[in-house]
């Protein structure tokens, strides 16, 4: 829940440097000087794929919030039972096995969400964040997949 907060006063924060860099950007590009005008661009092209970044991310993370909701309701949530160092991190043979036991169960049902799902948490376990994010976003279209069959 607390990541959550940062993400959305961050958000905030963004929106106001936007509105900020917005105003700084029109008094460059009015001066109609070449070079300031192209400067007063650059400051509204590079915030708006910075808000562009942020908002991807957001959705992602409300996706994944909505994924593990619908997971905890049919008691399918991976249990969070891995031994863990001193310094909290998942020790690595145990998050080998856990791995090696999720890609199993994918691979004897690629179309379930919930498996994609238990998979990234596996890859995310193990240190993998690319990987990770990759199987969530499977689990994420599967599960939209899966939605729009049931409506």
């Known amino acids: ?9 961050l958000a905030a924060l ?4 936007l509105l900020f ?3 700084r950007s029109w008094v460059l590009m009015s001066s109609g000087e070449p070079v300031a005008v192209v400067l007063g661009l650059a400051l509204v092209v590079l915030p708006v794929i910075g808000v562009w970044v942020v908002w991807r991310e957001l959705q992602f993370g409300s996706r994944t919030a909505e994924l593990g909701k619908a997971l905890a309701d049919v008691g399918g949530l991976p249990e969070d039972d891995l031994p ?3 310094s909290g991190r998942v020790e690595r043979s145990a998050a080998d096995a856990r791995f090696a036991e999720r890609r199993t ?13 238990r998979l ?8 993998d964040r690319r990987r990770a994010r990759s199987a ?4 994420i279209e599967r ?9």
Not at 1 to 9: I, P, T
Not at 106 to 115: K, L, S
Not at 120 to 127: E, H, I, L, R, T
């Open 84 to 86: 863990r160092r001193p």
């Open 136 to 139: 969530m976003r499977t689990a």
């Open 120 to 127: 990234a948490v596996a890859y995310d376990d193990a240190g």
């Open 143 to 151: 599960f939209e997949s899966s939605k729009a069959d049931r409506s």
């Open 105 to 117: 169960e994918v691979e004897a049902a690629p179309d379930d969400w919930g498996a994609w799902f």
């Open 14 to 17: 963004c929106g106001f440097y």
């Open 1 to 9: 829940m607390k990541a959550r907060v940062v993400a959305w006063v």
């Open 21 to 23: 860099i917005a105003q």
